[in-house]
């Protein structure tokens, strides 16, 4: 069974930086898309970035872009979601989801994600 663990969330402070990263020691890993995806209190949980399974493929969550940049490092069974200027609504508990899918795609959809970590806090706070 795939298991993810996500790591790097914190507190940090508006327009500052923090990189979060998605791993699995399972091999099967490889053969799935990563989703980011975050929730904040009493909001609905919402699509950040994706990647495919060779890297190729990103999306970014147009509240995110320019700012935010996922990232699969492919020999390391890892995936980064790199936060640059950060701003407090960003606060949020971030999770990275798995979908097998070896096709040149990634989904922004949380239903599509079959297998999920479980969540960093992330603070954006001065």
């Known amino acids: 069974q795939l298991q993810l663990v996500e790591s790097g969330g914190g507190l940090v402070k508006p327009g500052g930086s923090l990189t979060l990263s998605c791993t699995s020691s399972d091999f099967t890993f490889d053969y799935n898309s990563i989703g980011w995806f975050r929730q904040a209190p009493g909001k609905e949980r919402e699509g950040v970035a994706c990647?495919?399974?060779?890297?190729?493929?990103?999306h970014h969550a147009d509240s995110v872009k320019g700012r935010f940049a996922i990232f699969r490092h492919t020999t390391e069974k890892k995936v980064d979601l790199i936060m640059n200027i950060p701003r407090p609504d960003d606060t949020a508990v971030y999770y990275c989801?798995?979908?097998?899918?070896?096709?040149?795609?990634?989904?922004?959809?949380?239903?599509?994600?079959?297998?999920w970590g479980q969540g960093t806090q992330v603070t954006v706070s001065s």
């Open positions: 989801a798995a979908k097998y899918d070896l096709q040149p795609m990634c989904a922004m959809t949380a239903s599509e994600y079959s297998v």
């Open positions: 990647v495919s399974a060779s890297g190729g493929v990103r």
